[in-house]
């Protein structure tokens, strides 16, 4: 599949059937690495990266290390969740800051999560694994990451 679209956007093809291949990529990259990889970058790589944010996971219970950060079923439950929160956005791109607006009200005023930390969830999901090549994959991907950020501290006042 990858070689495939490779090889395709190589070729002068003419920009709508571009545009095709890069959907059928988008799409490619969204199924595979949002419910393969996304759960990893967003909530064990900052809880590991970034240590502070476990203050928000004591209920979590271990999260000494990265072995147990990544054993904790808490987490991978959680990180089940998130994704489901991201599918949210990818099915209303046109309109996340409203898709969001219960969701900012909930990490705001009820968890008291610093709107910094999705800054740091940016950063650390902001990078694609072995897509250096995909500048447009990788551009969309940190596009919708920053409106997802930006709708999730839109309540913050
Ligand atoms: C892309 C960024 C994020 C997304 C899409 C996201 C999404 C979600 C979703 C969908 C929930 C479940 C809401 C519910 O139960 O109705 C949730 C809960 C929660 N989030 Fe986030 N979140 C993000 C970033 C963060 C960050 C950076 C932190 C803190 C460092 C955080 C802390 C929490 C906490 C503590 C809960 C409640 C967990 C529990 O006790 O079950 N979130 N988040």
Redesign the pocket.
């Known amino acids: 599949m990858i070689l495939l679209c490779v090889c395709y956007l190589k070729e002068s093809y003419d920009a709508a059937k571009k545009n095709i291949i890069l959907c059928i990529w988008y799409i490619f990259i969204f199924i595979l690495f949002t419910f393969c990889m996304l759960y990893i970058m967003?909530y064990c790589r900052?809880l590991v990266v970034y240590p502070w944010?476990q203050r928000?996971?004591t209920?979590f219970g271990n999260l000494y290390n990265a072995e147990a950060i990544l054993s904790n079923s808490k987490v991978a439950a959680?990180g089940v969740?998130?994704l489901?929160?991201?599918d949210r956005a990818m099915k209303n791109m046109d309109d996340i800051k409203n898709t969001y607006a219960k969701?900012s009200v909930?990490?705001s005023a009820k968890?008291h999560?610093d709107p910094d930390?999705?800054r740091?969830?940016k950063h650390t999901a902001g990078r694609l694994p072995d897509h250096r090549d995909c500048a447009d994959v990788q551009a969309a991907w940190q596009k919708l990451?920053a409106v997802?950020?930006s709708a999730?501290a839109d309540m913050y006042h």
Request: charged residues 0%; contains cysteine.
């Open positions: 967003l900052t944010t928000y996971f209920s959680h969740v998130v489901h929160g991201l969701l909930l990490h968890l999560v930390n999705f740091v969830c990451l997802v950020v999730l």
